[in-house]
């Protein structure tokens, strides 16, 4: 019960306060809103930068990842070529032998 009579008390005095010093109020707001803005353009500007490099990042991952799986596919392709060939010397060796 105490803290909401506090809480009323410190409405009323709030209110009484802000009609009294209603023109240092504009006074304060008027040198903090830039400050306020300069300062989230900063924020905005860091997060930003850091948005993209973590962009740039996941890109580079993504072509990472793609120029290991080619590389993968272009062993696999060279292991069946490997293949191809040693079946085609066995086929050229008994053609050889199977020829009077």
Do not use: C
């Not at 803005?37 to 890109?59: K, P």
Request: charged share 25%.
């Amino acid at each position: 019960m105490s803290l909401l009579i506090s809480g009323v008390v410190a409405i009323i005095l709030g209110v009484i306060g802000f009609s009294i010093w209603w023109n240092d109020f504009i006074i304060i707001l008027k040198g903090g809103v830039p400050i306020i803005m300069i300062l989230g353009g900063i924020l905005a500007v860091y997060v930003g930068l850091d948005a993209m490099q973590d962009s740039m990042r996941e890109e580079k991952l993504k072509q990472e990842e793609k120029l290991q799986k080619t590389r993968e596919e272009i062993e696999q392709v060279r292991a069946q070529a490997e293949h191809y060939r040693a079946e085609i010397d066995k086929l050229k060796e008994q053609a050889q032998k199977n020829t009077p």
